[in-house]
């Protein structure tokens, strides 16, 4: 069974950074994807980033290039997000997904990713 579990949350002052860990479990398949998506109040759920499972491959929102970084470890089973330079527009309930690599790393059209983490909230405020 495929379960997520997402920590690391929390509130910070603009210009901030925060580390979102997702804990992955041993029965995700290896040819899935991991990716990290978030929600503000009032609009929709969007992709952040994602990684592949299987080799180095990451993906970034333009909104988050250069200041969020995606990385795994303990083999795979868990990934990151370092997220720098925080804004307020960063604000809301980050998510982590695992579903094949073209649903998770999709750019365009709706978000049909199967499987979810609770979520974790991050607040960018002064």
């Known amino acids: 069974q495929v379960q997520l579990v997402e920590s690391g949350g929390g509130s910070v002052q603009p210009g901030g950074s925060l580390r979102l860990s997702c804990a992955i479990s041993?029965?995700?398949?290896?040819?899935?994807?991991i990716g990290w998506f978030r929600q503000a109040p009032g609009k929709e759920r969007e992709g952040v980033s994602c990684?592949?499972?299987?080799?180095?491959?990451?993906d970034y929102a333009d909104s988050v290039k250069g200041r969020f970084t995606i990385s795994k470890e303990n083999r795979g089973n868990t990934v990151h997000l370092q997220m720098n330079s925080l804004e307020p527009e960063d604000t809301g309930i980050y998510y982590c997904?695992?579903?094949?690599?073209?649903?998770?790393?999709?750019?365009?059209?709706?978000?049909?990713?199967?499987?979810w983490g609770q979520g974790t909230q991050v607040i960018v405020s002064s």
């Open positions: 041993e029965q995700t398949p290896d040819y899935f994807a």
């Open positions: 997904a695992a579903d094949l690599p073209n649903v998770v790393c999709r750019t365009d059209g709706p978000v049909t990713v199967r499987y």
């Open positions: 990684i592949s499972r299987r080799d180095e491959n990451t």
